[in-house]
């Protein structure tokens, strides 16, 4: 059964990754997902470029388009205000997400007259009506969560708040998305729970990524990578583990996949391929 299928981008910062992103869009545009979502920088550091991006997709892309909006150095009346803009744009899915601390920071502190965590936001955003909630859901340990049962009953407070949907942090072996999938639902959560998937363009730059956020690395994968980088073989390497992994979970009965693009679009599109997920149609230009 073909997969349904979703994109993460990021705005871009500069000219250059300007035109990365668009590529990226007529890359992958053509195998249908069913939504795109575009991301907000670490301490809302991208607000007005994710709301432009945002935007710009929904309008010219044909896409079904969902902004990240977060909890971090606004008030609740700004952060509310950024959603209606969204809203006025004709935008109506945001991922709802507390929000990494600002630069510099060690640890998140709300505004003062802001949103204490993501279930306050997520309440107030599903108060207006006007949003279908997606929610970030985390396989392994939060690093800033008590246990792992922390984090799923922290995750059924998300859902039970209004969200629909939750979409997870990358991990590298199917069984760890499966037993947390099992976990959720032995804790009363019905909703969907999306596994998402990080295609390795740059295995250092992916395992800093991983210690950061607390996502296991699996010695096999540590070691394949490093043998891989002896051969040139990066690639082939990322889009076989890759694909496996996605192979792995659809047997299982997973029916939907979340990518970590990147704006790097080409790994993705290759592991969709592989998958059986082909282009419906040609896209039309985007402006």
């Known amino acids: 059964m073909r997969p349904q299928i979703s994109f993460e981008f990021f705005p871009p910062r500069n000219v ?34 994710t709301r432009d991006v945002v935007a710009t997709l929904h ?8 902004a990240h909006l977060t909890c971090v150095d606004a008030t609740r009346a700004e952060t509310l205000e950024i959603a209606q803009g969204f809203a006025a744009a004709g935008v109506s899915d945001i991922v709802a997400l507390r929000g990494d601390p600002p630069k510099g920071a060690e640890k998140f502190t709300p ?18 009506g006007d949003f279908n909630i997606r929610v970030g859901a985390y396989p392994d340990i939060h690093p800033e969560a008590a246990d792992a049962q922390a984090d799923i009953d ?30 959720c639902a032995k804790a009363g959560i019905d ?3 999306i596994p998402g998937i990080l295609p390795i363009e740059n295995w250092k730059g992916a395992r800093n990524f991983a210690k950061r956020c607390g996502t296991h690395i699996p010695a ?45 679009p080409e790994l993705t599109r290759d592991v969709c391929f592989a998958l059986g997920v082909t282009p419906n149609a040609k896209l039309e230009h985007v402006a």
Do not use: M
């Not at 309008?59 to 969902?66: I, P, Y």
């Not at 990578?225 to 047997?251: Q, W, Y």
């Open 59 to 66: 309008k010219h892309s044909g896409l079904a388009t969902a």
């Open 16 to 49: 250059e990754g300007t035109f990365r992103l668009w590529d990226a869009v007529q890359v992958l545009s053509p195998l249908d997902p069913r939504f795109v979502s575009v991301t907000y920088g670490a301490g809302g550091t991208t607000r007005d470029l």
């Open 154 to 183: 922290w995750l059924k407070r998300k859902l039970d708040a209004g969200a629909s949907e939750a979409l997870t942090q990358f991990f590298f072996e199917a069984e760890t998305f499966l037993r947390f999938r099992d976990a």
């Open 191 to 193: 909703k969907q729970i």
């Open 220 to 264: 096999w994968v540590d070691d394949a990578f490093g043998k891989a980088a002896r051969d040139g073989r990066e690639d082939l390497l990322a889009t076989a583990i890759c694909t496996e992994l996605c192979s792995e979970l659809l047997d299982e009965g997973v029916e939907n996949l979340h990518f970590y693009t990147l704006n790097r």
């Open 111 to 128: 505004h003062p007259n802001g949103f204490a965590n993501s279930v306050e936001l997520i309440e107030a955003l599903s108060e207006t």
